[in-house]
């Protein structure tokens, strides 16, 4: 009975990740607060996090052709969204402290719509009163500057 209470407690103490260490960070989904209208996951997997970001890149309107056969065929709004996903290699270990500005290199080995891969970003987030500060740069300019907070599945 002893050995078996001792292989369930090397098993659990052994499951458990470091890599993002604020459970207010790890949050299943950030959203943003202001435009663009955009969806962050970090996805915490024991050796590494990847990084998952969705935004709207641009609307389009849907018109009925005129020679279509429905009635009941209306125009509507198209979002037309970007996807991105890759890991994330930390510049030093990150620190939550309020405000505190942490780095990391995302690189980015998925995304659709198709574009050429992988591609780097360097990604800098802070935590300021439960709202993640991200700004993603590429090639040296501001790609993505980002406001989110934390969806609560409650």
Not at 76 to 95: A, D, L, T
């Amino acid at each position: 009975m002893r050995i078996v209470i001792l292989i369930i407690f090397i098993l659990f103490s052994g499951c458990s990740s470091d890599v993002l260490p604020s459970t207010e960070f790890s949050s299943a989904k950030w959203i943003s607060t202001s435009g663009p209208n955009c969806e962050v996951w970090f996805q915490d997997w024991v050796d590494y996090t990847r990084l998952l970001i969705i935004y709207d890149i641009d609307t389009l309107d849907i018109n009925p052709s005129p020679y279509s056969v429905e009635t009941k065929a209306k125009p509507y709004r198209k979002v037309v969204k970007q996807q991105f996903i890759g890991n994330v290699y930390w510049n030093g270990e990150p620190s939550w402290d309020s405000g505190t500005v942490n780095s990391f290199i995302w690189e980015v080995d998925r995304a659709n719509p198709k574009i050429i891969l992988p591609q780097n970003f360097i990604v800098k987030v802070s935590l300021l009163k439960n709202t993640l500060n991200m700004q993603v740069i590429k090639d040296g300019g501001s790609f993505l500057s980002l406001n989110l907070r934390a969806l609560d599945h409650k």
